[in-house]
């Protein structure tokens, strides 16, 4: 039986007793109930991974020894980052989960002018670190070792006026093009707009930038099914699929 993994932010050295903290040492103790013992796989969240024993298991605490350290071996060599339009609930969650299961490696939630979310203050910092716990939830399950950031959400031209990256694409129904051959990128900004779609006026301002519209075949897709689309097709052309 595969030991579990969790997401464990810390120094790993050979050796070294590592003492979790309360999210990882309830998940351990209370949730998943292993003793003294049990193995357990660990990630730091920036790109090391390490095998590890639980030598102490209580309901108030978790100590663990490393056993080996690893670089992690689950990043795509295609570095793409995801604006995504906010949507409600566990729309968004499941766009972004996916998204790391396919290699993302950041995300940044989009205000756009047909979204109907607004975050401010509290609840946006609340709903910022669901998203990235989502994240770490993600990597655990697909095997990540390092985590991709969540940006804090923005409006669309803010997120439009920092795009550097070598290839750039929005998503849009109407669009006559498709992904064209090419040497494969070192970096990719993905833009998907909300359920209603991306505003013309918005699509425009893509376009100014550099931005390449691109459609995914005949049927419109929900805003949380174009990223695995997307993603999927990004990464099968120029990544690891």
């Not at 804090?152 to 129904?173: F, I, K, N, Y």
């Not at 209603?196 to 519209?213: D, K, N």
């Amino acid at each position: 039986m595969k030991a579990p993994r969790i997401h464990v932010a810390a120094d790993y050295a050979v050796g070294d007793d590592v003492v979790l903290s309360e999210g990882p040492a309830h998940h351990v103790a209370r949730v998943l109930r292993l003793a003294e013992g049990a193995s357990l796989e660990l990630f730091d969240g920036v790109g090391r991974e390490a095998r590890a024993v639980i030598t102490e298991a209580s309901r108030k605490r978790v100590v663990v020894c490393i056993e080996a350290v690893a670089a992690g071996s689950g990043e795509s060599p295609l570095a793409v980052h995801l604006g995504q339009a906010i949507s409600k609930g566990e729309r968004m969650d499941y766009a972004i989960q996916k998204a790391v299961e396919l290699g993302v490696a950041a995300i940044t939630p989009l205000y756009t002018e047909r979204g109907d979310v607004r975050l401010k203050g509290e609840r946006a910092a609340r709903k910022l670190a669901h998203w990235q716990a989502v994240v770490v939830s993600a990597c655990e399950q697909c095997g990540r070792a390092t985590l991709p950031p969540v940006y804090p959400p923005v409006g669309l031209a803010d997120w439009l006026t920092d795009r550097d990256e070598a290839l750039r694409l929005v998503l849009h129904p109407g669009a006559a093009g498709a992904l064209e051959p090419r040497e494969a990128p070192a970096s990719v900004a993905l833009l998907i707009g909300p359920e209603g779609g991306l505003a013309e006026a918005e699509v425009e301002a893509a376009r100014g930038v550099g931005f390449t519209p691109l459609a995914l075949g005949p049927r419109v897709l929900r805003t949380e099914t174009a990223p695995v689309v997307a993603l999927s097709l990004l990464q099968f052309r120029f990544g690891d699929l």
